[in-house]
């Protein structure tokens, strides 16, 4: 089966860092990558869609100077969430569709990040 | 009223005990997805269905369209099944329940 995978697993920074975050397609082109956020005990919300060669399409609400993606080639996707702060300590998971047109979508096994 | 609704929210069950969780949706969806998120975070794609069934060792997916409606069945359950399971639909965009989080005792 399509696998996606994330690294790091999990992250611990300063605050005031930048941390990359990375979502690869493994076995497959991904035309569209999606990154998700979720805080404890919540639901996992999207942040950003990100299609390869273009700008990514940012959800109300989410900085994208803050949260900068790059969705440079077919099976990579990054994530780097700039200046970090405390509160943007959470969990990061991105996804892949594998087909254009189908809606077949596998999710990477996600990112913890703390930001001290 | 939330897009896609699960329940059980919380589910404690005797290791062994066949397992149900629903999940309804308001919304037209091309697909339906099960996840399982274990207590460290890291999530795992179990089902991707659009109609029908499916089996995937002790895990049984089922969707009904016309009802709007899926079930995750666990048979004999175990305590490694003790996770967070979500389902999520494929609709504009892809809108996240919840989730259930079970708790099989030993």
């Known amino acids: 089966g399509a696998v996606v995978s994330q690294h790091p697993s999990w992250v611990i920074c300063k605050s005031g860092t930048s941390v990359k975050i990375e979502c690869r397609s493994l076995?497959?082109?991904?035309?569209?990558m999606f990154w998700y956020r979720q805080f404890p005990k919540q639901s996992l919300m999207l942040m950003a869609t990100?299609?390869?060669?273009?700008?990514?399409?940012?959800e109300q609400g989410v900085e994208k100077d803050k949260f900068l993606i790059n969705h440079a080639s077919l099976t990579l996707s990054t994530l780097t969430v700039t200046s970090a702060h405390p509160e943007d300590s959470s969990f990061y998971i991105c996804?892949?569709?594998?087909?254009?047109?189908?809606?077949?979508?596998?999710f990477g096994p996600g990112t913890r990040l703390t930001v001290l | 009223k939330n897009e896609v609704e699960q329940s059980p929210q919380n589910l404690t069950a005797q290791e062994g005990e066949f397992i149900t969780i629903n999940c309804s949706y308001s919304?037209?969806?091309?697909?339906l997805h099960w996840l399982q998120q274990h207590p460290g975070g890291g999530i795992v794609s179990l089902f991707m269905?659009?109609?029908g069934k499916k089996k995937h060792g002790r895990l049984i997916a089922t969707i009904n369209i016309q009802e709007k409606h899926s079930s995750l069945h666990i048979t004999a359950s175990h305590p490694r099944d003790s996770a967070v399971y979500i389902c999520?639909?494929?609709?504009?965009?892809?809108?996240f329940g919840k989730g259930t989080r079970l708790h099989i005792l030993p």
């Open positions: 990100s299609n390869e060669g273009s700008k990514a399409t940012y």
């Open positions: 999520a639909v494929s609709s504009a965009k892809i809108i």
């Open positions: 996804s892949a569709i594998r087909d254009r047109g189908l809606d077949t979508q596998y």
């Open positions: 076995d497959f082109q991904a035309t569209t």
């Open positions: 269905l659009s109609s």
């Open positions: 919304v037209g969806i091309s697909a």
